[in-house]
């Protein structure tokens, strides 16, 4: 068995209050829940145009974990709202 956990900072350009954050990533907080079946939290309250995804993923191997969590960023990579600042991924 093998954990995926994944920290993913993201720049969103168009967010000008902390409302406007909310939105963006309630959206891809809800979208990656259901599409990947990973677990993700939002970490903190950083500044209006920046936030702080943690995803997790359990698999049977590594390789279908490893290929989940990519999915995920290329996912994220693909929405005009956001761009990635920083992708740390850990395989336990």
């Known amino acids: 068995m093998t954990i995926g956990l994944m920290r993913i900072e993201i720049f969103i350009s168009d967010a000008n ?7 963006v990533m309630r959206s891809l907080i809800d979208t990656m829940r259901k ?3 990973v677990s993700v939290i939002e970490e903190g309250n950083v ?3 920046r936030g702080i995804i943690n995803v997790a993923h359990i698999s049977t191997n590594s390789a279908k974990c ?3 969590l990519n999915k995920v960023i290329e996912f994220i990579k693909s929405d005009p709202r956001v761009e ?3 992708c740390n991924i ?3």
Request: aromatic share 10%; glycine share 0%; proline share 0%.
């Open 84 to 86: 990635i600042i920083n």
């Open 17 to 23: 209050n902390l409302k406007d954050k909310r939105v």
């Open 35 to 37: 599409k990947f079946n």
């Open 47 to 49: 500044k209006w145009r």
């Open 66 to 68: 490893n290929s989940t």
């Open 90 to 92: 850990e395989l336990l």
